[in-house]
């Protein structure tokens, strides 16, 4: 490098730093912590790096032998320092943000991971417990044996009576597992509450198929009775959740069941949404009673919190038997503290709380969550990939689940990476090679998360192999497309 160069590299470096410095102590004041300051500092550098960096000045740096700034996520400005430092420069004025070092970062990461999930090695698993299990000692006990270390509970199906019966199933298992000393340690259990997921309504038995070019009307009372096409109607269904539509409009898209069924609006009335049907294109496909629905053009948040009158009675229960919350759909800081004043209500401040990433707006608002979620005493995000491809489009879900984990790792917050892992192998009995390669991908967070299905002890068994194998390394570089994906909103 000639010195002009060199000088030239100082220069921009000195400018970054000094932005960090001036953007970090203005906007520290509005994010008052005291346990989780580190946690903040670290995250609130990174933010400012994401939005000041130029793409040539990292290039520089990697080019020279010098440290990747975006790939020191976990100690934005030790590694300033230290690239500054290699570079003969000295003198810098202080900050008032925190400077962690890698090392102490890991162990800050580590101590919140460990609290959080009990953890087992290099990576905890979560298994969704299925009613089937109450009857089925056996295989609770080859979960147990064969590396879960999480029951995950989902309070949109089944009631409290049978939540009881799966925990106490479980208990018993892992009661005679430890006297054997078969198992070193408790599993947890997560409680993960409905949400204001919008779902199908009752359509008493009729079949009811969909393809590209039909229309289908979405009725906006519950108790209307789906019916299919007639000569004179489209094809009916009740949904859910009439709230949720209020701020729908002429060519928003609605999917359906996970994206099977994708529609464009194309007519509002006070009764219902009439959808233009775009997927399938071919073969119909039968609409299922209680399937989901994604509206990711609307607003929801605007009229549907993320806690819902069922989680608030819900929450009796779960304080009483859970380890962990899960909140699903969050939308904002502001669910978070509503759960914060729940929780307290019943006594139970200290339960762990997980908030699950599953909405364009908690994408764009993960840094205030977070920032929130660090008032609560152990604290976690979800990458709910569900409902987050269809919010964000499958096509960029890679992107953005990849900059969720940096973000994440910026604030040493304990990552759970959840939904479609080793999905064909739970419920078909043998993986696919790109699942494979997902659930390899997924052991950058720190714990992974699988649903229910007939050979859910194989996907354990293989999933524990796969962590035993060891991490990949690292994140790759940010590109341009997958930053606007995910930029931050309301930080600075």
Known sequence: MTFDKKEELIEQ????????????????????????????????????????????????????????????????????????????????????????????????????VKALLGKRGNSSIIVTLDVSMIHKPDILEDLLMNGMSIARINCAHEHEATWEQMIVALRNVEKRLMQEEKVAERCKIFMDLAGPKIRIGKLQG???????????????????????????????????????????????????????????VQQITSEYIQIEILLPVRRPQRIKEQKGLNLPDSYMSLNVPALTDKDTRDLSFVTRHADIVGLSFVHSPLDLKKLRDELKRHDAANLAVVAKIETKDAVHHLARIILEGLNFEMFGVMIARGDLAIEV?????????EDIVAICRAAYIPVIWATGVLERLTKKGSPSRSEITDAVQGLRADCIM???????????????????????????????????????????
């Open 393 to 401: 489009g499958a096509e960029n879900l890679s992107y953005v689940q």
């Open 13 to 112: 470096i000195i400018e970054l730093y000094l932005y960090l410095k001036q953007i970090g102590e203005q906007t520290i004041g509005n994010y008052p912590l005291t346990e989780g300051a580190l946690n903040r500092d670290n995250l609130l550098a990174y933010l400012a790096l994401r939005e000041r960096i130029p793409a040539q000045l990292e290039q520089q740096l990697v080019e020279n032998g010098l440290a990747s700034l975006l790939q020191s996520n976990a100690h934005i400005l030790y590694s300033l320092h230290r690239i500054l430092e290699n570079l003969g420069v000295e003198g810098l004025p202080s900050i008032e943000l925190s400077t962690i070092p890698p090392a102490y970062s890991k162990d800050i990461l580590h101590s919140r």
């Open 450 to 492: 699988l649903n229910k299905g007939p050979f859910i002890v194989e996907s354990v068994k293989l999933l524990n192999k796969l962590i035993k194998a060891g991490h990949p390394g690292g994140i790759s570089r940010r590109t341009a497309t997958r930053n606007r994906l995910t930029n931050q909103y309301g930080i600075f």
């Open 206 to 264: 009729k079949g009811i198929f969909v393809k590209k070019g039909d229309l289908l009307r979405l009725y906006l009372e519950q108790e209307q009775v789906g019916h299919p096409a007639t000569g004179e109607f489209p094809a009916g269904v009740p949904v859910s959740n009439r709230k949720a539509f209020r701020n729908v409009r002429v060519g928003d898209s609605i999917f359906i069941d996970d994206g099977k069924i994708h529609g464009k």
